[in-house]
């Protein structure tokens, strides 16, 4: 198989892990190249169900390689609990799992920092951040002032996470929260740290001569395209580049080795936290989704936002990513449904957007605008091929593709691996 990026059109929660896990089975490693264990990928395998954060999900099948890129921020402790929770299951991590070595490490003060900023917001200023000290990791990134994993193998590792201690604590009680007791913190890192120490590589050599060997690389995004921290709806975003251009950034492959992108989307729209979301429904057609798709945010629990299909946020994540092939997931939530609805554009001030504006408060003005296809109001869950399906089901996704102006590569119909159609990938 190409060397495939794979990543979230909307805002994140599109099935990106199921996914990954049909398409793995033609690759030989996968690669997650961002975010941190914010994120939350469910692969369903038979009735057995599988929630990964930071692991990528290929990990679910023998014999492949997977790495945790450089542009992915880690925290050691979540990440060893995930190994844990993976062996336990009977999954064989050692050797087959590789942390770059230049990841930055997410430590407990980035957690309380980021709570701490969340609380001093007002209510329309909250970001919804899950709080688990990615954006605080990411900034200390940039900073120059992060840990990386190779810090962990370094013989002043204990020297470095003192003066890190020392420097956040005095910005959390600059927030008004508590210190955090700096002796417990150092001593959790310094016995954590041979336990993730055999994980750690140089997994930039990794890859390049994975791919010298002839060897093909699937590229694991998490959240979404709307999420992106430049493309997203700034401020309401996350810390680092969902978008296809993070896949080269965050594992030190070069452009050119990407052959084609793949664009998960889902046949409606969701959203988890703040921010606007043009397509929301608050009604009984919302709470359908809500309840039909199961939308539970699978790191918080949250329940996610629901909404008409977003064809504007569809175009713009295919021109942004570069999008060869829709993997279009969840057309079966929408089988109950009496009359769908697709936004074309949005219309502000007497003003018609065709892309999404960038500016936030203005998008946070605008006004939908749809058109209507009838809904075919029977089950599509036992389809196994793409004929199988109602014609209206059909019409209504080959309408989401001409609209976006790209070709369906994938449709899920379902949580199960057996509820994937593949259609020209």
């Known amino acids: 198989m190409p060397n495939t990026v794979l990543i979230g059109a909307q805002w994140g929660d599109e099935g990106k892990g199921k996914i990954i896990d049909v398409l793995t089975e033609g690759v030989d490693v996968v690669v997650r190249f961002q975010g941190g264990n914010n994120a939350g ?19 679910l099948h023998e014999g492949k390689s997977c790495v945790i890129g450089n542009g992915v921020v880690v925290d050691p402790v979540a990440l060893m609990k995930e190994v844990d929770e993976l062996e336990e299951r009977g999954f064989t991590t ?14 407990p003060y980035h957690g309380a920092i980021d709570g701490a900023r969340e609380q001093a917001l007002s209510e329309g200023e909250k970001i919804g951040t899950t709080k688990r000290g990615i954006g605080p990791t990411y900034s200390d990134k940039v900073s120059r002032v992060g840990l990386r994993m190779g810090d962990l193998l370094s013989d002043d590792l204990e020297d470095l996470l003192d003066r890190r201690v020392e420097e956040s604590n005095k ?8 210190p955090l007791d700096k002796a417990a913190l ?3 890192y310094m016995a ?7 994980y750690i590589a140089d997994t930039v050599t990794f890859l390049n001569k994975s791919m010298a060997e002839g060897k093909s690389l699937l590229f694991e995004g998490a959240q979404g395209t709307m999420l992106d921290i430049d493309f997203g709806t700034y401020p309401f975003v ?12 965050g594992s030190g492959i070069a452009p050119h ?12 729209t969701t959203r988890v936290g703040e921010g606007p979301f043009m397509t929301e429904l608050e009604d009984e057609i919302g709470a359908l989704m809500r309840k039909e798709g199961n939308e539970f945010g699978a790191t918080t629990g949250r329940p996610r936002r629901c909404g008409w299909f977003d064809a504007v946020v569809g175009r713009y994540a295919a021109a942004i990513n570069g999008v060869d092939y829709w993997a279009m997931t969840k057309l079966d939530v929408l089988d109950k449904v009496e009359t769908i609805r697709i936004c074309t554009a949005y219309e502000c ?32 869950k036992e389809a196994t091929k793409f004929d199988d399906l109602p014609e209206a089901a059909k019409a209504y996704v080959n309408r989401l593709c001409e609209i976006t102006g790209v070709k369906l590569g994938i449709l899920s119909v379902g949580p199960k691996r057996a509820s994937t159609l593949r259609i020209a990938i």
């Open 41 to 59: 990928h469910t692969v369903k395998i038979g009735d057995e169900k599988y929630v990964l954060h930071l692991i990528p999900s290929g990990i």
């Open 94 to 107: 050692a050797g087959r799992l590789l942390i770059s070595d230049r990841a930055h490490v997410v430590v």
């Open 171 to 178: 910005v959390l009680q600059a927030l008004g929260g508590e």
């Open 186 to 188: 150092i001593a959790s």
């Open 192 to 198: 954590i740290a041979p336990r993730v120490a055999p």
């Open 238 to 249: 996350t810390s680092s580049n969902a978008t296809a251009g993070g896949a080269c950034t």
């Open 257 to 268: 080795r990407m052959d084609r992108v793949i664009g998960v989307i889902k046949a409606y």
């Open 349 to 380: 001030d007497g003003v018609t957007y065709e892309s999404v504006p960038a500016n936030t408060r203005i998008l946070e003005r605008c006004t939908a605008l749809y058109e209507e296809m009838p809904g075919w109001q029977c089950s599509t």
